[in-house]
């Protein structure tokens, strides 16, 4: 293992967040598993946390932090940089799901997972980017998804507000380069099973509106089951495999780490799309004086 790190996941009480805080913290990591309302809505979580930690000896702390309120965030970095003295890494990984035709999710329903999938993403490095910029040094991580470069249909709400996280992402880290801070965004396929995204899908308000698409009807409910469809023979399927690539990713040397890496059993091939578009980025920075934007200083 690299050297110990403090690190911050967001939404660590199920799915990837839980599996990649056990995984770091059992790779020897100081790991700060993030969920909202310790006492009530997360206790049994926590708790479940809590008791792994005791009984494997891992450095593993259940902290209190709702990415939906500023102050909630705010606070929870007051108090790893008082218990830990830093912040190495923040994760930001909750999210929430929505899944059904586009039309028949109200307004008020997008602007929900928007603010959830995406501006949780600014209110949380709000609160811990000030201490990575005073250190000098830094990883933002992301659990983004492959569906911002191949759309999805059914996934409207989601893939939009997985888009605007990934903006923002991309954006924070230019802004934040030259202060040594890495940003590095993960982007997973579908996995079905061990996250709660399908099962805890949000549907549309209005089905009624749904009902007048005859042409489309059924397809829809069958999309978890397509998507199982086209796992690539052979390929990991459980979600687990996602918290490993998470972990070999920031025991890598600091500087050296991909911008984007994507791990699918699908195996959409998001980084082609991606690749492309961060080599069109390079060609234009350049043109605009800033190319130095799209590196930190490494060690």
């Not at 050297?3 to 990591?29: C, D, Y």
């Not at 100081?30 to 450095?59: F, Q, T």
């Not at 949780?120 to 990575?132: E, Q």
Request: negative net charge; charged residues 25%; proline residues 5%.
């Amino acid at each position: 293992m690299s050297e110990k790190k403090v690190i911050v996941i967001t939404g660590a009480g199920s799915g990837f967040g839980r599996l990649s805080a056990l995984e770091l913290a059992r790779a020897g990591h100081k790991v700060y598993a993030s969920m909202r309302d310790l006492a009530n809505h997360s206790k049994d979580k926590a708790d479940d946390l809590r008791a792994i930690a005791e009984k494997e000896g891992i450095d593993l702390h259940p902290l209190e932090l709702d990415v939906r309120f500023e102050p909630s965030c705010r606070s929870a970095a007051d108090y790893v940089l008082a218990a830990a003295g830093r912040i190495d890494v923040v994760i930001n990984n909750a999210a929430m799901m929505m899944a059904g035709l586009t039309e028949s999710f109200r307004p008020e329903q997008v602007a929900q997972i928007i603010d959830l999938n995406a501006i949780s993403w600014l209110r949380v490095n709000r609160a811990f980017l000030p201490a990575m910029r005073r250190q000098n040094k830094g990883l933002l991580l992301y659990i983004g998804s492959g569906i911002v470069q191949i759309p999805d249909p059914f996934t409207g709400p989601y893939a939009a507000s997985k888009a605007a996280g990934d903006v923002l992402a991309q954006i924070m880290g230019l802004e934040n380069s030259r202060y040594n801070i890495e940003t590095v965004i993960c982007m997973p396929g579908a996995y079905t099973s061990d996250t709660d995204h399908f099962k805890h899908a949000v549907p549309a308000a209005d089905p009624t509106v749904a009902d007048q698409y005859k042409k489309l009807a059924g397809l829809a409910h069958e999309l978890a089951s397509k998507l199982d469809s086209t796992n690539v023979p052979g390929a990991r399927t459980d979600a687990q495999e996602v918290a490993e690539r998470v972990r070999e990713v920031i025991d890598m040397p600091h500087g050296t780490r991909p911008y984007r890496f994507e791990v699918d059993p699908q195996q959409r091939q998001a980084m082609v799309v991606a690749d492309k578009a961060h080599e069109m980025r390079k060609l234009f920075f350049d043109r605009l004086g800033v190319s130095d934007l799209l590196t930190v200083p490494g060690e």
